[in-house]
């Protein structure tokens, strides 16, 4: 490992050692439980500023020149949403502003921006540097109606994405002829209704979940064995995969319920493929350029801002106020660790262990990280429990986004046992 890779590893682990997360919320049906009085002091939500009266970090009275691009207009608060970026010969800044329903300018904190995802159909919001979009598995997802951000895994198989399919890209290093370069894989994971989460595969390439009418999922990943792109269709209830045709998908159209499908054979022929039957056709010329319509379509019908909404080109969005977010996590599992009662926001089984947040576990279990290395081709550091200590590596542990994950039977030697999980409170 290079000196730049020990530096940022080194920060990494001083970002978790200092310990500073979000809040972790229930879900409703936790809320409505009666919790234990403890769990009081984990309902800290930090605030995205503490004030709307809080000075940006650009705040000054010099006028700079800024373009402004627009992401999208909310229906529920009527706010229309710009980008807003601009250069002093310096660096660049970004701030991402909106308009309210009475015509008043507002900007949400330097470093935060919100779009339009189109697969949850709801604003996500991203903060720069919190390494949000580094394991693809965890979202934040903003409402402006009461400036309240949930981070959460949002999975796609069910109405209220509670339980189905997803994944994170996981990081790692492994050796050819030059040395330890870094590398990446996606692991799959499955929440069946039960709410229990389970690694189910690993695959070189980033699988594509999209929901269907009749509450399955249409998937595409790379398998393994064929070594090709296959499309499967995925049942919530029973947990089963079912193989629909080696092929990579160019377009779904949910209303029809028909793909358009490339082979991967020389010149790629396209085919149509219709789920209520399975039929599959060559596709023919009007074939291509119909799904090409369905596509624009799609795209054009994003929310975007009225052009009315155009921010003026004098506005100066360093000085304008800025609204405070509140941003919680979720809770998804319940668990009896050490024999306290500890609300996770992740939690995983991977080859018969759990992995379990560490930073729930310092905040609510009293787990210490008493020490930490950085070594050429592993980071390992000390835990300390009521029953001992011990150096965890990464056979034991890993890093999602982040946020460090370490195994249940290591928990289990210094004295924290997991006596119980509630997948699903």
């Known amino acids: 490992m290079n000196k730049k890779h020990k530096r940022k590893a080194s920060l990494l682990f001083a970002a978790l050692l200092a310990a500073a997360g979000t809040a972790m919320v229930p879900s409703p049906s936790v809320q409505a439980e009666e919790a234990p009085a403890a769990q009081d002091k984990y309902q800290r939500i930090e605030n995205l500023p503490a004030s709307a009266d809080q000075p940006t970090k650009m705040q000054s009275k010099e006028t700079f020149t800024w373009e402004f691009d627009p992401i999208f207009f909310d229906k529920s608060t009527g706010r229309s949403y710009y980008n807003a970026h601009t250069f002093d010969e310096e660096r660049s800044y970004e701030r991402t502003i909106y308009q309210d329903a009475d015509g008043q300018w507002h900007s949400l904190e330097e470093g935060v921006s919100v779009n339009w995802d189109y697969e949850l159909g709801a604003i996500k919001l991203w903060r720069y540097g919190f390494g949000e979009g580094l394991s693809e598995l965890f979202s934040t997802l903003y409402n402006p109606?009461?400036?309240?951000?949930?981070?959460?895994?949002?999975?796609?198989?069910?109405?209220?994405?509670?339980?189905?399919?997803?994944?994170?890209?996981?990081?790692?290093?492994?050796?050819?002829?030059?040395?330890?370069?870094?590398?990446?894989?996606?692991?799959?994971?499955?929440?069946?209704?039960?709410?229990?989460?389970?690694?189910?595969?690993?695959?070189?390439?980033?699988?594509?979940?999209?929901?269907?009418?009749?509450?399955?999922?249409?998937?595409?990943?790379?398998?393994?064995?064929?070594?090709?792109?296959?499309?499967?269709?995925?049942?919530?209830?029973?947990?089963?995969?079912?193989?629909?045709?080696?092929?990579?998908?160019?377009?779904?159209?949910?209303?029809?319920?028909?793909?358009?499908?490339?082979?991967?054979?020389?010149?790629?022929?396209?085919?149509?493929?219709?789920?209520?039957?399975?039929?599959?056709?060559?596709?023919?010329?009007?074939?291509?350029?119909?799904?090409?319509?369905?596509?624009?379509?799609?795209?054009?019908?994003?929310?975007?801002?009225n052009a009315s909404t155009k921010p003026p080109a004098d506005l100066q969005p360093q000085n304008l106020p800025v609204t405070p977010i509140q941003i919680r996590d979720q809770i998804t599992a319940r668990a009896t660790i050490g024999g306290k009662v500890v609300y996770l926001s992740f939690a995983f089984i991977q080859n018969g262990r759990t992995m379990i947040p560490v930073r729930e576990l310092m905040e609510q279990a009293g787990l210490e990280v008493i020490q930490q290395k950085v070594k050429v081709n592993s980071?390992?550091?000390?835990?300390?429990?009521?029953?001992?200590?011990e150096t965890v590596t990464a056979a034991d542990s890993m890093m999602i986004g982040d946020r460090l994950y370490v195994g249940s039977n290591v928990l289990k030697r210094i004295g924290l046992p997991v006596q119980g999980m509630n997948w699903n409170p």
């Open 145 to 305: 109606s009461n400036e309240v951000a949930t981070t959460g895994v949002y999975w796609m198989g069910s109405d209220d994405n509670r339980y189905g399919l997803h994944f994170m890209k996981n990081y790692y290093t492994r050796q050819d002829t030059n040395g330890y370069w870094y590398s990446s894989e996606y692991i799959l994971l499955q929440r069946t209704e039960d709410g229990v989460v389970r690694e189910v595969g690993r695959t070189w390439h980033r699988p594509l979940y999209y929901p269907v009418p009749n509450g399955k999922v249409l998937v595409q990943q790379y398998s393994n064995t064929a070594k090709m792109n296959e499309l499967l269709i995925y049942d919530p209830v029973s947990g089963l995969m079912k193989h629909l045709v080696y092929a990579s998908l160019d377009y779904y159209d949910p209303p029809s319920g028909r793909l358009l499908v490339n082979y991967n054979k020389p010149g790629r022929p396209i085919a149509v493929i219709t789920l209520a039957d399975g039929k599959i056709r060559p596709a023919t010329e009007d074939d291509w350029q119909e799904f090409n319509r369905l596509l624009s379509e799609k795209e054009d019908a994003a929310p975007r801002p």
């Open 379 to 389: 980071s390992s550091f000390t835990l300390k429990g009521p029953g001992g200590s």
